[in-house]
T-cell receptor, first 117, second 113 residues
Framework: AQTVTQSQPEMSVQEAETVTLSCTYD???????LFWYKQPPSRQMILVIR??????QNATENRFSVNFQKAAKSFSLKISDSQLGDAAMYFC??????????????FGAGTILRVKS | DGGITQSPKYLFRKEGQNVTLSCEQN?????MYWYRQDPGQGLRLIYY???????QKGDIAEGYSVSREKKESFPLTVTSAQKNPTAFYLC????????????FGSGTRLTVV
């Protein structure tokens, strides 16, 4: 079964600094999709960024970017110029390209990010 | 605006009772999902449905039941067979196809009293 591992239960960053959240996954598939979701204290899940495995270029969304290393099965999230509003739980998620793993997202356990002012 | 509505926001259940959590979407999404969130365990899939009148068990389906009679609605019933139902429940939907992420509802906090 596909699994997603987030090895950092908690991380802290100073406001305006950069932080990287780690994610590794286990799969035998060659084509798949990876996601980062943010869950602030309101508990509303928000999609942050998405990466297609067949694309070598790392995805970027404003201050959020990923470092996708397909061979290493690693998908880290970099947050630049951290802001107080970035404080949240962050979840890494995997979705296969074909059934059955393409039918659903598999989530990691999450990383709590604290932002210090 | 399109979105997913979960109700109620907070729900209290007595021992031995069944309770139903509501999930409605107006995004015209084919697929809908129910996840359970416990502290330190991330999100675990309970049930999902890719089309009306069809649904599949997820990783922790025991003690839960669902129905999908309408495209817009995917209610989750927590039965008395679920021994530890206190948790945060999230409903989500997505278009068909693996390249889409989910749109989530705001969740229901269920507590056994």
């Amino acid at each position: 079964a596909q699994t997603v591992t987030q090895s950092q239960p908690e991380m802290s960053v100073q406001e305006a600094e950069t932080v990287t959240l780690s994610c590794t996954y286990d799969t035998s598939e060659s084509d798949y999709y990876l996601f980062w979701y943010k869950q602030p204290p309101s508990r509303q899940m928000i999609l942050v960024i998405r990466q297609e495995a067949y694309k070598q270029q790392n995805a970027t969304e404003n201050r959020f970017s990923v470092n996708f290393q397909k061979a290493a099965k690693s998908f880290s999230l970099k947050i630049s110029d951290s802001q107080l509003g970035d404080a949240a739980m962050y979840f890494c998620a995997y979705r296969g390209a074909f059934p059955p793993y393409g039918n659903k997202l598999v989530f990691g356990a999450g990383t709590i990010l604290r932002v210090k002012s | 605006d399109g979105g997913i509505t979960q109700s109620p926001k907070y729900l209290f259940r007595k021992e031995g009772q069944n309770v139903t959590l509501s999930c409605e979407q107006n995004l015209n999404h084919d697929a809908m999902y129910w996840y359970r969130q416990d502290p330190g365990q991330g999100l675990r899939l309970i049930y999902y449905s890719q089309i009306v009148n069809d649904f599949q068990k997820g990783d922790i389906a025991e003690g839960y039941s669902v129905s999908r009679e309408k495209k817009e609605s995917f209610p989750l019933t927590v039965t008395s067979a679920q021994k530890n139902p206190t948790a945060f429940y999230l409903c989500a939907s997505s278009p068909q196809g693996p390249n889409y992420g989910y749109t989530f509802g705001s969740g229901t906090r269920l507590t056994v009293v």
